[in-house]
């Protein structure tokens, strides 16, 4: 048990993580034939992770409802949604829109997913004022150049900015192109790194973490 | 509480209204102030007005609803240039979410500039996968999407005519909410399979971008609200993102007005304090 | 072509004394057999006779064919050409000024794909120099103790966790957007350990909502044996980590909603975030709590710099992991990564030392460095 559990999955990651690592400094037709057949597994084995999400997301709310925990009417009203949409989605065999008619499935998405999505993004202009108000104070030598770096950007990405201060433009693009760009390729080399580092130790079965349980 | 420290912890709900007045009522009231084009927004138009017609046009709508204010305009302006300049258009989505919408925004534009599916553009719709379906279609786009969003065998179709893998696309442009994006595009698209790559973004992602906009790894880059502006300055219809643009105006200079309003009362406290702090001493 | 998967042919000839604008060059092919008059041959590409160098093409110095003045063409599959692998095709070359064309000697080739890319050996020779200094460090750090700087935001997350304890209030704590396997989430898990540990010492409730099923057991594991090391295992609740959904805006919605009921006094948000993070810090700095955060996405960054007290920055967050775990894997890699990053600086300031030289110098031997750094394809 503890070999299937544990020895095979190290194995096919250390097979699997060398032959494709290989693959990439591989040009012959093989190797990219490898590639896709691959490629082809992966998306079948994506379409299985969504049923498994799904059916953690019935499982949890489940329990909850069979043990009348706090909040176990939302996990109904959960329920209800889900499985409403699944029939109405699988009735309009998935189309939101057919000859040009909205279909059911296509309501659903148009007049509640989009608005409520749409909603909750829009919530961010709001808070970044807040934030900003609350936080953007010059505190410091630094928190004083970020407050007039800030300040320029966002002028000079307006065209009321623009208009009023006709530098602040070239300004806030010499800031992201130069200052920006720079600063996160800094970050996204040492990032880069750290993921590189990761998946050789994963490749190579030091880095066990993402097979779940605990320590041996 | 002094006035000072008061306005500094001025309730929320205040700075919500000032911001909803200045997205409301420009929205109600244009007054539509010159935009100026930046290179990289140029950097993808340019490259589109350089294809000949017949030229295959992929473009990737990689958003959910919760990104369409900044990358439906985008998206709308891109196709419309593209259909002009009589591309032949291949349009999908890694993204489950978006593909309601991808459908909505390119069967709304086709229908606009008279278009027809099957010969001038396609809907592949969305594929499992993510990066995998990048990979997939870079050694076969048939096996990829065997049939296209309305369940029509994609071999056959005379818009995809020649094209066997995405090294016979002319120009690929992602416009990407986040991850799968124009990143995922770089590294398991252009990287591998060699055709050129533009981007298109949301507003906060842009800045991260530019390292790839700097290298030459993606020929241009759309960002936000402000880049569709610009797109559809330079195409000359203006659409909801010019239209957007005088909201986001009045929003910025109403955020600018209140960080150095705080920071007036900010300093003047401190000096405040300061000067209680030495007359004590 | 060499370092291809076949569909190819390169043709190379030297320069000549006559190569101008006015004169062209044209590339002739034939897939006949036997074909011997080139004058018959098909037109594949043509040009002036002063374009299509070697030097213009990105071959790195350990593959190039020939001189850098010497022309190069490459015909390739596709746009009326069709080259299949093994079948032998007669190339020659058209000099053509004026009305005269001159034709070479007829050369016979076969494409074929090749196994290695050796254009690529330089990246593949870095990538496992890099990947035998993490080992190299890992081994090191398994055998003696190796310095870390203490990272100043592990004395905010001390001094969170006794505020909460003050206030009788619970601690949140989240994971980000990512499964176990991005290194964000692991170091996320790790810095769990350490909160776990101190809120089962001084008895204060966790909270951890989880958008992945994955990294919400592997999260109760380390639970579960902090409040063991802490020697308080009864007072382990199974439900102090739960898994919400996995969409995006549905878990920020639901984790508002926790903090704004639970008002907990201390918020830790270690791990990937996109969009929601401005969602979840300013919902969690409304309610007055100290608030933070440790994350490598850095387009979230100013977001997190903004609204929380203290910030962990990108490898600061793997950094902080390695530091309270003290394990030498994660020491080691650490370590490595710190080797790379320096010879990464070095190489970037030798490369553009030798850069600037040749520019000046009009000289080609910088490139002997330069190209081992090239990414070429």
């Known amino acids: ?216 | 509480m002094t006035f000072a420290e008061r306005m500094l912890k001025i309730d929320r709900r205040i700075i919500f209204l000032v911001i909803g007045l200045c997205t409301l009522l420009p929205l109600l009231n244009p007054v539509g102030l010159p935009i100026k084009i930046s290179p990289e927004v140029r950097g993808v138009y340019d490259y589109i007005e350089s294809l000949p017609e017949g030229s295959v046009f992929l473009v990737s709508l990689d958003f959910d609803p919760a990104s369409k204010p900044e990358l439906q305009p985008q998206s709308v302006a891109l196709l419309r240039h593209a259909f002009r300049k009589n591309l032949r258009v291949v349009a999908m989505t890694l993204w489950v979410t978006g593909t309601g919408l991808a459908d909505q925004i390119i069967t709304q534009v086709a229908r606009e500039m008279g278009k027809e599916s099957g010969k001038d553009y396609v809907f592949l719709g969305w594929s499992p996968g993510g990066t995998a379906v990048i990979i997939n279609m870079g050694q076969d786009l048939y096996s990829a999407f065997p049939a296209d969003y309305n369940g029509k065998p994609t071999k056959g179709l005379s818009v995809l005519q020649g094209i066997t893998n995405l090294r016979d696309v002319n120009y690929a442009i992602s416009l990407a909410a986040g991850n799968p994006g124009v990143e995922a595009w770089y590294v398991f698209g252009k990287d591998k399979y060699k055709f050129e790559l533009g981007g298109g973004c949301t507003g906060v992602m842009a800045p991260g971008l530019y390292p790839l906009l700097r290298s030459g790894q993606i020929n241009g880059l759309i960002g936000g609200l402000r880049g569709a502006a610009e797109y559809e300055s330079l195409i000359g219809q203006k659409g909801k993102a010019v239209a957007g643009m005088d909201a986001q105006s009045a929003t910025h200079l109403a955020i600018i007005v209140l960080v150095i309003i705080c920071n007036v009362f900010y300093l003047s406290l401190r000096k405040a304090a300061r000067q209680q702090g030495q007359s004590r001493a | 072509m060499p370092s291809d998967g076949g569909g190819s042919l390169t043709v190379i000839w030297p320069p000549a004394p006559y190569d101008s604008k006015e004169v062209r060059y044209q590339i002739l092919l034939s897939d006949k057999n036997g074909a011997s008059d080139p004058s018959t041959f098909k037109v594949v590409a043509e040009f002036p006779a002063n374009t299509h160098y070697i030097r213009e093409s990105k071959w790195p110095w350990w593959t190039r064919p020939d001189a850098p003045e010497t022309h190069q063409v490459t015909i390739k599959n596709g746009k009326g050409v069709e080259l299949k692998d093994g079948k032998t095709y007669h190339v020659a070359l058209a000099v053509v000024s004026g009305d005269v064309r001159t034709f070479t000697t007829v050369v016979q080739a076969a494409s074929e794909p090749n196994w290695i890319n050796w254009n690529q050996i330089n990246n593949l020779f870095l990538a496992l120099l890099f990947g035998g200094i993490v080992f190299y460090a890992i081994s090191v750090a398994k055998k003696r103790e190796i310095f870390l700087r203490r990272i100043p935001g592990l004395d905010a997350v001390d001094e969170a966790i006794g505020r909460s304890t003050e206030l009788g209030k619970p601690i949140l704590y989240l994971t980000g957007a990512h499964d176990m396997s991005d290194p964000s989430t692991i170091a996320a898990a790790v810095i769990l350990g350490r909160v776990a540990k101190r809120a089962a010492a001084y008895e204060t409730d966790l909270l951890v909502p989880h958008r992945d099923p994955i990294t919400m057991a592997v999260c109760q594991e380390i639970t579960k044996q902090a409040y063991l090391e802490a020697g308080k295992p009864d007072l382990f609740k199974e439900d102090a980590n739960f898994f919400i959904t996995t969409d995006q805006f549905s878990y920020t919605a639901a984790v508002d909603g926790i903090m704004l009921r639970k008002k907990p006094a201390a918020n830790f948000f270690m791990g990937a975030y996109f969009a929601e993070s401005l969602l979840l810090t300013e919902t969690g700095a409304s309610t007055g709590a100290i608030q933070i955060a440790g994350t490598d996405s850095d387009h979230q960054l100013p977001f997190f710099v903004t609204t929380c007290d203290y910030t962990l920055i990108g490898e600061e967050l793997y950094a902080a992991s390695a530091y309270l775990s003290r394990e030498p894997i994660q020491v080691g890699t650490l370590r490595g990564q710190d080797i790379g990053k320096a010879l990464i600086l070095g190489v970037l300031t030798v490369g553009t030392l030798l850069a600037t030289a040749g520019a000046v110098l009009d000289a080609q031997w910088p490139q002997l460095f330069l190209d081992v750094f090239k990414d070429v394809k």
Request: glycine residues 10%.
């Open chain 1, 1 to 216: 048990m503890i070999f299937l559990r544990r020895q095979m999955p190290l194995l096919i990651t250390l097979l699997a993580g060398l032959v494709f690592a290989a693959q990439y400094y591989v040009p012959h037709p093989a190797s990219e034939q490898l590639l896709t057949s691959v490629t082809k597994w992966l998306q079948i084995i994506g379409g299985f992770a969504l049923i498994l999400g799904v059916s953690s997301l019935f499982h949890v709310h489940a329990v909850k409802i069979r043990r009348k925990e706090a909040g176990w009417g939302y996990s109904f009203v959960l329920y209800a949604s889900m499985l409403g949409t699944i029939a109405i989605g699988l009735w309009a065999n998935g189309k939101e829109a057919v000859d040009g008619t909205i279909t059911a499935f296509g309501w659903i998405y148009s007049y509640m997913m989009v608005p409520l999505q749409g909603t909750m993004f829009a919530i961010l202009a709001f808070f970044i004022a807040s934030a900003a108000y609350r936080s953007f104070r010059a505190r410091s030598r630094e928190a004083a150049v970020l407050l007039v770096a800030a300040v320029i950007v966002m002028m000079g990405r307006v065209p009321l900015g623009e208009y009023i201060l006709p530098l602040s433009g070239d300004v806030s693009q010499w800031i992201l192109n130069v200052l920006n760009a720079s600063v996160r390729r800094a970050i996204l080399i040492g990032v880069s790194l750290g993921t590189v580092a990761l998946s050789f130790k994963i490749i190579f079965g030091v880095e066990r973490s993402y097979l779940g349980g605990g320590k041996e």
